[in-house]
């Protein structure tokens, strides 16, 4: 099963904590994430956990807007759909994006680099600044996720000329 295909079954088989299908802004992003920190709150959910749901939404949401099909003008047109769900062990982030063939060549490049490398590789190139010094890494939203010590899988769905493309990010509870 492809990994749209399990968001789909994840929405109608989990608890939902929060989802989102429209233009993520900045203001958007903030209120996607007061919400979910006040369910996740009432949900008497630690701190820490709250912090890495937090993060991993930030970092999806950032790599959908880096690969962002649309240009500027046609911002406002420009749909995402962002899914919070929590299961018995764990939160589940998904990201979905349309995205250009380029885009989706871009990314597979980017993806098969990270396979090929040790974490704690990665986590070396990684510079005081924040950033990465290493050429190959385009992405650093797309690296951060991979780093954390939840589980990132990304797949692709073609329809007609674009494509979508899903981050998911599963963050496991203790």
């Not at 929405?11 to 994430?33: A, K, P, T, W």
């Not at 956990?49 to 880096?66: F, K, M, P, Q, Y």
């Amino acid at each position: 099963m492809n990994s749209l295909d399990a968001l789909i079954e994840n929405l109608y088989q989990n608890n939902v904590v929060f989802s989102y299908y429209g233009f993520i802004d900045e203001s958007v992003l903030n209120r996607v994430l007061e919400i979910t920190e006040s369910r996740m709150t009432a949900n008497k959910e630690s701190t820490a956990t709250i912090s890495h749901v937090r993060d991993a939404i930030l970092e999806c949401v950032e790599h959908g807007t880096l690969h962002n099909l649309y240009p500027d003008d046609t911002r406002t047109h420009y749909k995402s759909l962002l899914a919070v769900s929590r299961t018995d062990n764990a939160y589940k982030i998904d990201c979905v994006n349309v995205i250009s063939e380029s885009q989706k060549n871009a990314i597979n490049t980017q993806l098969e680099y990270l396979r090929t490398r040790e974490i704690s590789d990665l986590q070396l190139v990684k510079a005081r600044d924040g950033r990465y010094n290493d050429p190959m890494i385009k992405n650093p939203g797309l690296v951060d996720l991979v780093l954390r010590d939840g589980l990132c899988g990304c797949s692709f769905k073609n329809i007609g000329e674009s494509h979508l493309f899903n981050v998911n990010y599963t963050i496991e509870l203790n």
